[in-house]
Nanobody, 123 residues
């Protein structure tokens, strides 16, 4: 089973940028679709972005489209989430996910998760 470790979260002012990283263990990283989700206090975990095995296909939630960019480096077993023009409503714990077995936009469809990294956007 692939293990995931997120990093790069922190506190940033509205309008600022952060880049999250998710490092995966194992030698089969390039065979996995990867995704990012987020969960704010009192809310359900929501889809943010997903990327295909080669990086050629990407998918975004409407709320982040045009501001966030997902990418991957299969040589480094790492997936990234570049977040620009951050808003206070982007504040959440961000999770990396893999081993997709269902719909990419539904958290139930993913079976492996990282521990999460906190992103806080101040107004």
């Amino acid at each position: 089973q692939v293990q995931l470790v997120e990093s790069g979260g922190g506190l940033v002012q509205a309008g600022g940028s952060l880049r999250l990283s998710c490092a995966a263990s194992g030698r089969t990283f390039s065979t996995y679709v990867m995704g990012w989700f987020r969960q704010a206090p009192g809310k359900e975990r929501e889809f943010v972005a997903a990327i295909g095995r080669s990086g050629g296909s990407t998918y975004y939630a409407d709320s982040v489209k045009g501001r966030f960019t997902i990418s991957r480096d299969n040589a480094k077993n790492t997936v990234y989430l570049q977040m620009n023009s951050l808003k206070p409503e982007d504040t959440a714990v961000y999770y990396c996910a893999t081993d997709l077995r269902g719909a990419y936009s539904d958290y139930i469809g993913w079976s492996s998760w990282g521990q999460g990294t906190q992103v806080t956007v101040s107004s």
